[in-house]
């Protein structure tokens, strides 16, 4: 039986779900300039599936917002499909949202309601501060982190991260 909550989880896309750097700044090149093939051959970022499917039954929606072009939706898109992202971690279909710009993902987690976010980009978290009551900051990063953002450099630190955060 799934346990229903008060909590509703955003999770960006690129190098969070699929191509996380292994290097600090690190960019996912082939996603974005390489060819459909290339894409889609891509793999996850290293344990995103199995943390997801663990977390996704315990909030009330879980959904992918992520901010790209047409060009890179599309191939979003088929990359989800071709990797069963859905079956893989119980986020459904249409929970999928793309802006154009980052701060524009603040529009989404208000319309949505998202009380925890995982992204990639400080510049995401800075948007959604004060908005979205758990931040996340996914990666290997150069900089400290702010206070107000918890830095999960791995998908099994994210994961322990917004575990703790969760109420019994």
Known sequence: MKRVSRYRLGID???????????????????????????LSSPPSAGAFEALARLVP?????????????RIEERTR???????????????RDHVRFCR??????????????????D????????LHGLVPHLFWFGLQTEPA???VMPTPTWPVAEAAVLATLGS
Do not use: N
């Not at 779900?17 to 093939?37: K, R």
């Not at 088929?78 to 459904?92: E, N, R, S």
């Not at 710009?101 to 995982?118: E, F, N, P, S, Y």
């Not at 990639?120 to 948007?127: F, I, K």
């Open 13 to 39: 896309f690129g190098r969070v779900v699929q191509g996380a750097a292994a290097e600090p700044g690190g960019e996912d090149t082939v996603f974005l300039s390489g060819g459909a093939e290339e894409a």
């Open 78 to 92: 088929q990359w989800l499909d071709h990797h069963d992202f859905y079956g893989a971690t119980g986020v459904p």
């Open 120 to 127: 990639d980009r400080l510049d995401v978290h800075r948007a």
């Open 146 to 148: 702010p206070e107000w």
């Open 58 to 70: 315990l909030f009330d929606g879980a959904w992918v917002i992520s901010k790209c072009g047409p």
């Open 101 to 118: 710009a980052r701060k524009d993902k603040a529009v989404h987690c208000a319309d949505l309601g998202i009380t925890h976010m995982i």
